[in-house]
């Protein structure tokens, strides 16, 4: 249909303005109303809802718990229509002890636990509220804060609610919204109590100065803070960076030099079970040689074993290992992005969260001072007219019984010369009664719904005592209101109380609870560790079979000692090493492999192959094998005659697939690997013709093709040594015996030269050794 003009101009616009509009929408009802917790009380809504529902089960802190089905029912039914699953789990949260720095709720039954193990089903678990939850709600039923209506509009819950601790610090959040995120991590409510203090007495303080209070986040699970302080200074400035959290130890001695290492406090959000998978993992995979074993020995407390292979390793080497190879090292990011006033998403400092947080507190101050002015003029008026009842007692009594409408009469009746009467007769002159001369609505019906007993004299003196203490504390609220400075005074005093309630002092089922538990310590980056200060070194004799079967046997045995090999393999490699070295293999592929001598398996049977422990390719021969001697330099060239020399750390791999140093092509393969020794390079070529030439000519490359080293009309590269010119060029000869020629100059060339025929005795397989 091309004609539009009977289509709503609602529905034909652009669809990439609609799109935009409606993705708008959704992108800020996720941030306000989901993900982003509000500066002022630290929750979001759904946690918020969580807390007012509780309250107005009335389960208190001190009161009896109900089933959480019944609590997340209520939660979902009346304030937030949301899956009971998502409900539940943010409720089960918030009484994790592990999780929740101050909990606030009190769970009884299972709710999980820190190997990750979800809590029981709602059916199972109970609840109620804690001390800390109640301190959120305090002044809530004191126009506090302002209500709207819930989803259906049948009910009306709290926008924020009253908080008289800064909560999003205290118990730090976590969310993702849509192009935005938080992650604020756990304080504790003393020092940030005492922050708050010193910026109502300095409110322009700077932001360094409130690190002298809040050195840094508190963790639930504990645990050592190693950030520089710079770092820490630059995060809470900025709002944005991370902290290095890590596990807490001790060295345990076990007698007889014997000791292992006892971690009591894991990262926080660390799943213990997940942690010893992955230290299981490490041993398994021999990534830290020197670690022996883990066991999980914890009951209600943490208790982790790490036991060490060897009782000479130092502890302090074994936990750096552990720090880059664990999670008992983790970095938590700091991005204090919150709803500033419930609206506003912003990146603030801690400063700016703070300060956030006090106005909001002064905000509440107000509406509950102006509250309460509002129920003591009420009782005011309330107490004037029962005054006067007793004033005119038997006046009010002959309405009471002979008026058919005594309200009215009461309301009608000329009480000023009653009082003028009755003035020189009591102690104490009330106020003048509500309109000109009669009583006021709220009056009659006061003095209407009093009891008899109400009648006595005693009663008479107390209300006057009533009206006299509200007019005192009415007169000190109009004080307060008019006076910023008892104000900030007032939310002093609270946050004073707030620090003796939760402070150190402050548990929760029989547990400390208010107590610093994150400290704070120095560590440098932890350096690469010597493979030798990680091993007990040891003597072994390395063996690799022609077929690739490596094995090392214990101690330097008689290298000429006849060994056992599987059917139709032989020895190809021998030689003596220690358990401290790195062994480099160099395959026809190009690519140099590290292994480490202490991971080689053990003697007794044939070994393991080669190709099991690093990966080479199947069609990849081994050229060689042999230990690694820093500083040293290699000769290394293809079956094509190209080579170069390279630096034997930089063939050094990290990892399992090698490094990639000599490239070859096609039918090209890897062939020559010697140690550089000497002054000239020997090359031989598959036509028997020898060529010497200066090792200077010799490029010194990183990784690459090389340079021809010899020309051929046809075949190839055969072998390539290098010697030192003045104490001439051996070889073994046909019979075994080492002839050596010192007279090579016929040989002499240039680097890719052809060369010549080579000397008589020379052998017939073409290789120098």
């Not at 709002?239 to 971690?263: H, K, T, Y």
């Not at 070859?664 to 550089?676: D, I, K, Q």
Request: net charge negative.
């Amino acid at each position: 249909m091309s004609d539009t003009q009977d289509i709503p101009e609602a529905i034909a616009e652009p669809l990439r303005r609609a799109l935009g509009e409606r993705y708008l929408t959704y992108a800020l009802s996720t941030i306000m109303h989901r993900a982003l917790p509000d500066a002022r009380d630290g929750l979001k809504p759904v946690h918020r809802r969580i807390l007012y529902a509780m309250r107005e089960l009335r389960l208190s802190s001190t009161g009896g718990f109900r089933k959480s089905a019944k609590i997340s029912g209520d939660v979902m039914g009346n304030y937030h229509p949301h899956g009971d699953a998502a409900i539940y789990d943010a409720m089960a949260r918030l009484a994790q002890d592990f999780a929740v720095r101050y909990p606030l709720v009190d769970g009884q039954g299972n709710f999980g636990n820190i190997d990750g193990d979800n809590p029981a089903a709602a059916r199972y678990t109970e609840a109620r509220m804690t001390a800390v939850a109640e301190a959120l709600l305090e002044g809530l039923a004191e126009d506090a804060v302002d209500f709207r209506e819930n989803y259906d509009g049948t009910l009306t819950e709290p926008v924020v609610l009253p908080a008289s601790f800064p909560n999003l610090l205290a118990n730090g959040s976590s969310g993702i919204a849509v192009g935005m995120a938080t992650n604020i991590p756990p304080h504790n409510i003393a020092e940030l109590v005492d922050a708050c203090l010193h910026l109502i007495k300095t409110p322009d303080a700077r932001d360094d100065t409130l690190l002298n209070f809040v050195p840094g986040p508190d963790f639930p699970t504990g645990g050592i803070i190693v950030e520089p302080p710079e770092n820490i200074a630059n995060a809470y400035r900025t709002g944005r960076g991370s902290f290095r959290l890590r596990c807490r130890w001790e060295v345990e001695d076990l007698g007889r030099g014997q000791w292992q290492i006892v971690i009591s406090e894991i990262p926080y959000q660390v799943q213990k079970s997940k942690l010893i998978e992955k230290i299981a993992e490490v041993i398994h995979l021999k990534k830290i040689p020197i670690l022996g074993d883990v066991r999980d020995e914890s009951a209600d407390d943490i208790r982790l074993i790490l036991e060490p292979r060897s009782k000479n390793v130092d502890p302090e080497v074994l936990m750096g290992m552990m720090y880059r190879n664990s999670d008992l090292e983790v970095r938590f990011s700091l991005n204090m992005n919150v709803l500033i006033d419930g609206v506003t998403p912003k990146v603030c400092s801690m400063k700016e969260v703070l300060r956030a947080f006090l106005d909001f507190r002064r905000e509440v101050l107000e509406r509950r001072s102006r509250h309460r002015m509002e129920k003591i003029d009420h009782r005011l008026e309330v107490l004037e007219g029962l005054i006067v009842a007793f004033l005119n007692l038997d006046r009010v009594i002959d309405i009471i019984r002979y008026d058919d409408e005594p309200k009215a009469a009461l309301m009608r009746e000329d009480w000023g010369r009653a009082f003028t009467r009755a003035m020189t007769e009591a102690e104490y002159v009330p106020p003048a009664p509500s309109g000109e001369d009669g009583l006021s609505d709220v009056q009659a019906e006061a003095i209407l719904n009093m009891r008899l007993r109400s009648l006595r004299r005693l009663e008479e003196i107390e209300l006057l005592r009533e009206q006299s203490a509200l007019m005192e504390e009415r007169a000190a609220l109009d004080d307060l209101l008019d006076s910023a400075a008892l104000q900030w005074d007032a939310i002093a005093d609270q946050l004073r109380e707030v620090k003796k309630a939760f402070g150190k002092g402050y548990t929760l089922k029989g547990q400390s609870v208010g107590a610093r538990r994150t400290s704070f310590a120095e560590a440098g980056e932890v350096e690469d560790v010597p493979l030798e200060a990680m091993i007990e070194r040891e003597p072994i004799t390395v063996v690799c079979s022609e077929m690739g079967w490596i094995r090392a046997l214990t101690g330097h045995i008689d290298l000429t000692r006849e060994l056992k090999f599987k059917d139709g393999d032989a020895p190809r490699f021998m030689f003596h090493a220690e358990t401290t070295d790195r062994l480099l293999a160099f395959a026809e592929n190009g690519r140099f492999y590290t292994i480490s001598a202490a991971n080689l398996p053990g003697g007794r049977g044939m070994g393991e192959p080669l190709r099991l422990m690093v990966d080479l390719p199947n069609e990849a021969g081994i050229v060689d094998l042999f230990i690694h001697k820093p500083g040293r330099k290699l000769i290394v060239a293809s079956n094509a005659g190209d080579g170069f020399i390279v630096p034997e750390d930089e063939v050094m791999a990290q990892t399992r697939s090698g490094k990639q140093v000599l490239n070859v092509r096609g039918e090209t393969r890897a062939l020559v690997c010697h140690p550089v020794a000497g002054d000239h390079l020997a090359v031989v070529g598959e036509n028997r013709k020898v060529l010497i030439f200066d090792l200077s000519e010799l490029p010194e490359m990183g990784r690459g093709k090389g340079v021809r080293l010899q020309k051929y009309k046809d075949g190839g590269l055969s072998d390539a040594t290098s010697f030192a010119l003045a104490e001439g060029l051996s070889w073994h000869d046909p019979a075994g015996r080492t002839r050596s020629e010192t007279e090579l100059s016929e040989w002499i060339g240039k680097r890719a030269g052809a060369g010549r025929m080579a000397p008589r005795g020379f052998p017939r397989d073409n290789k120098f050794t």
